[in-house]
C-alpha cells in the first residue's frame, strides 16, 4: 500500500526550519556531519552536560542533506543544586543535516550516557549509522526487520513480507490432516470423537484396565 | 550430591568454567516488569555484574501514525504514549503546535487553570500507579488498593471531563474541548477532601514500613553528575539533589501564577526517589487546590479564533464564516505553518517533549517525543551493576518506566 506522504505540490525544496516562525524555545545552530562532533565537544566542555534528546527527521526530497539528526542540549549543574542556581537553564538545539548517499555521523554516546539508546533508535528507525558505537543494532523493531520505518518512503502500513508457514491446526486436533471441510462440521466431529472412542474401548482389557 | 552426567552436571561446569558466572534472562513476561521488559543479567552468586535491558516489545510505531493523521487527530494516539498519564502528553503536544501556530498567548486563563488541574491530577493518579504496583513488587499489597481507589476517583473526574477513563482527549488546539460539566466541580471537592487522610493511611503502610525501608534503602544509588550524563529528569534527577523541574525551570499553562515546592533529596537511592514522589503528590495536590479557587469563575475555554477552534454550535446556522470553517476543521482540519518547535513539560516521570516539524500541510511532518521513561530506564545498566538480583525489581520500580512511552 503506497504510503499518504508524499509531500504537497510545491514543497519539494523542503526545509521548515529554513522559515521557521520566530519562536524562542532554544538557541539553533545548524551544521554539517563533519564538524557535529566537535561543535557538540565544544557545547560539552562549554556546559551542556545533559543531552536531553537526539532524534532525527526525513525531509525526503531536500538537497543536499536529505536528514536532519537533532540534539537537544541542556545547561544544567552536574552537582546538587537549588531551584535558584538552575533557574531558566539554557537550551541549545544542534541540526546535524546528513547526505542520502552518506548516512554516517559520529558517535557521541562517549559524550553523554544518554546517548546510547537515543542513537540505536535512530539507526534502526531512519536508517542513519552512528560511527564509533558501542553496540549499534535496532532496538525498537526486531533484528531481522528489514527498512527503516520513520522514512518518509516506508510506506505506513510496512512492506509485504513472506509470511511464516503456520502448522496446520488439523495436525493438532483430532480432526485428521487433509480432512475436507465438511468433515469439520460438529457433526463430523462427533462421528470422529465416537471412533477414537470405539478404537480406544477395542484396547481394554476384560478387567477394565488398558492394555 | 552427585548429579551424574545429566543437564544439571553440564549446566554446574558451565558455571564454572565462567568464573561463576551465568546469563539469566528477566521477562519479558515478568511481573515486576511493568510491561514488557527484559533484562538479560549476568549474574555471579546472587550479584550482577552486568544488566542490559531489552526494550520494543511494545513498540507500535505511534510516531509514525501521528504524521498520517491530521493535526487534531493526532492527540489520540499521543495519548496512548504514556497510558498512566495520557493528558500530559496531549498537552505537551499542543504546546508545541500552538507554539507554531503562534496563538500560545491568546489560551483562555480559565482553559489553561484547567489544563493545569488535570495535568496535576494525572500526576497524582500516575503516582498511585507507581505506588500501589511498587510496592506489590515489594510484598506490600494492601497499599495497591488504597492507591488504586484514591486513582480510581481521579479517573471518574476525567470521565466527566472527556467522557473516557483512561484516555479522555480533552484537551484542542486553543484551550480545551468543552466547559467542565455540571457538577465536577463537587467531585473534585470530593477528590480534595479524601485526599490528605488516604495518603496518611498510604504513608502509614508504606512509608515507615521496616521491611520497605530495608529493601529501598542505599539501592540503586547513582550520583548527581552521573545522572546528569545519564539524561535522568524528573523525581529520579531530583533525588539526586538538582533540583530541575520544568514547570518552575520553563513556566508553561501558566505555572508561575502557583505557589510549589520543588521537591529534592540527596541520597539519590530508590527509598529516595519514593520519597520525592510521595512528597510531589502533595505538591501536586497543593496546585490542585489553587486551582479550585479560580475555578469558580466562569469564563471561555476555547481560543475565539475560529481558524484553529470550532465555532459555537448555534453560530453554525446563522454565520457563513462559521459554517464555512467548521466545514473546513471537520473535512481537512486546519494548517500549520512550516517551522519547527520544541515544547517540553514536566510529566510525572521527568520532562516530556515533543519536537514538532511542520511543513505547511494540515497533518504534522514528524512528531518527535523526548519520551523520559526511556531515558530513566536506561541507567538501569549502570545502577544494577554490583547489586543483588534480587534487588532489580526494587530499581525496576524506583525507576517507575511506562512501556507505551518508552517503546511508542
Not at chain 2, 487553570?113 to 506489590?136: K, N
Not at chain 2, 480534595?192 to 529493601?215: F, G, H, S, T, W
Not at chain 2, 524528573?234 to 513556566?251: Q, T
Amino acid at each position: 500500500m503506497p504510503s499518504s506522504q508524499a509531500p504537497p505540490a510545491g514543497a519539494t525544496a523542503l526545509d521548515p526550519t529554513a522559515v521557521r516562525p520566530d519562536i524562542a524555545d532554544a538557541r539553533i545552530l545548524r551544521v554539517t556531519s563533519d564538524d557535529v562532533r566537535s561543535t557538540l565537544e565544544g557545547l560539552r566542555g562549554d556546559g551542556f552536560t545533559m543531552l536531553l534528546d537526539l532524534g532525527a527527521v526525513d525531509y525526503l526530497e531536500r538537497q543536499p542533506a536529505r536528514f536532519d539528526v537533532v540534539y537537544h542540549l541542556l545547561r544544567l549543574p552536574d552537582h546538587a543544586a537549588g531551584v535558584e542556581e538552575i533557574g531558566t537553564p539554557e537550551r541549545v538545539r544542534v541540526l546535524c543535516g546528513v547526505r542520502a548517499d552518506a548516512t554516517v555521523v559520529p558517535t557521541v554516546s562517549d559524550l553523554w550516557a544518554s546517548a546510547d539508546w537515543a542513537e540505536r533508535e535512530v539507526f534502526d528507525l531512519f536508517g542513519i549509522t552512528f560511527a564509533g558505537h558501542p553496540d549499534l543494532r535496532r532496538i525498537q523493531m526486531p533484528d531481522d526487520w528489514e527498512g527503516h520505518p520513520l522514512r518518509k518512503d516506508y510506506p505506513l502500513r510496512g512492506v509485504a513480507r513472506e509470511r511464516t508457514p503456520r502448522p496446520s491446526f488439523a495436525l493438532k486436533s483430532n480432526v485428521a490432516a487433509g480432512t475436507p471441510a465438511a468433515g469439520r462440521t460438529a457433526a463430523g466431529l462427533q462421528k470422529q470423537i465416537a471412533e477414537v472412542r470405539r478404537q480406544a474401548d477395542g484396547l481394554k482389557t476384560d478387567d477394565g484396565t488398558t492394555r | 550430591m552427585s548429579v551424574g552426567g545429566g543437564p544439571a552436571a553440564v549446566a554446574l561446569d558451565v558455571i564454572e568454567q565462567s568464573e561463576g558466572r551465568m546469563v539469566l534472562s528477566m521477562g519479558p513476561q515478568h511481573p515486576s516488569t511493568h510491561g514488557v521488559l527484559q533484562v538479560i543479567t549476568e549474574i555471579q552468586g546472587e550479584t550482577v555484574r552486568k544488566a542490559s535491558p531489552e526494550i520494543g516489545y511494545l513498540h507500535t510505531g505511534i510516531e509514525k501514525s501521528a504524521e498520517n493523521l491530521f493535526w487534531s487527530q493526532a492527540s489520540t494516539v499521543i495519548e496512548r504514549m504514556d497510558y498512566l498519564s495520557p493528558l500530559t502528553n496531549a498537552l505537551c503536544y499542543y504546546l508545541a503546535v500552538e507554539k507554531l501556530l503562534g496563538i500560545d498567548a491568546t489560551i483562555p486563563p480559565r482553559a489553561q487553570a484547567v489544563r493545569v488541574l488535570l495535568a496535576e491530577l494525572s500526576r497524582i493518579a500516575s503516582h498511585c500507579v507507581w505506588l500501589g504496583t511498587g510496592g506489590i513488587d515489594l510484598g506490600a499489597l494492601t497499599g495497591f488498593f488504597y492507591c488504586f481507589d484514591l486513582r480510581e476517583r481521579i479517573l471518574d473526574l476525567f470521565e466527566a471531563s472527556g467522557g473516557a477513563r483512561m484516555h479522555p482527549n480533552y484537551i484542542r488546539v486553543g484551550g480545551l474541548a468543552q466547559d467542565l460539566p455540571h457538577g465536577f466541580l463537587a467531585k473534585l471537592d470530593g477528590v480534595i477532601a479524601m485526599y490528605e487522610p488516604r495518603m496518611r493511611d498510604v504513608r502509614r503502610l508504606l512509608q515507615k514500613n521496616p521491611i520497605l525501608q530495608d529493601r529501598m534503602i542505599d539501592v540503586g544509588i547513582i550520583s548527581a553528575d552521573e545522572a546528569v550524563n545519564w539524561g535522568l529528569t524528573g523525581p529520579c534527577l531530583r533525588a539526586a539533589g538538582i533540583a530541575y523541574d520544568v514547570r518552575r525551570a520553563f513556566p508553561y499553562s501558566g505555572y508561575e501564577n502557583y505557589t510549589f515546592d520543588v521537591i529534592t533529596r540527596t541520597e539519590s537511592d530508590a527509598y529516595a526517589r519514593f520519597l520525592v514522589r510521595l512528597d510531589e503528590m502533595d505538591e501536586a495536590m497543593r496546585i490542585v487546590r489553587q486551582v479550585r479557587k479560580v475555578l469558580d469563575e466562569p469564563g471561555p475555554v476555547q481560543s475565539p479564533d475560529t481558524k484553529f477552534s470550532p465555532p459555537p454550535k448555534e453560530t453554525i446556522a446563522l454565520s457563513m464564516e462559521a459554517l464555512i470553517h467548521h466545514f473546513k476543521l471537520v473535512s481537512e482540519s486546519f494548517r500549520v505553518p512550516p517551522g519547527d518547535v520544541y515544547a517540553a513539560v514536566e510529566g510525572p516521570r521527568g520532562e516530556l517533549g515533543y519536537y514538532v516539524v511542520s511543513n505547511g500541510d494540515n497533518r504534522p511532518w514528524r512528531v518527535r517525543t523526548r519520551p523520559p521513561s526511556m531515558y530513566n530506564l536506561q541507567v538501569l545498566k549502570k545502577i544494577a551493576v554490583g547489586e543483588l538480583i534480587a534487588d532489580m525489581v526494587v530499581m525496576i520500580g524506583s525507576l517507575d518506566p511506562v512501556f507505551g512511552e518508552v517503546d511508542r
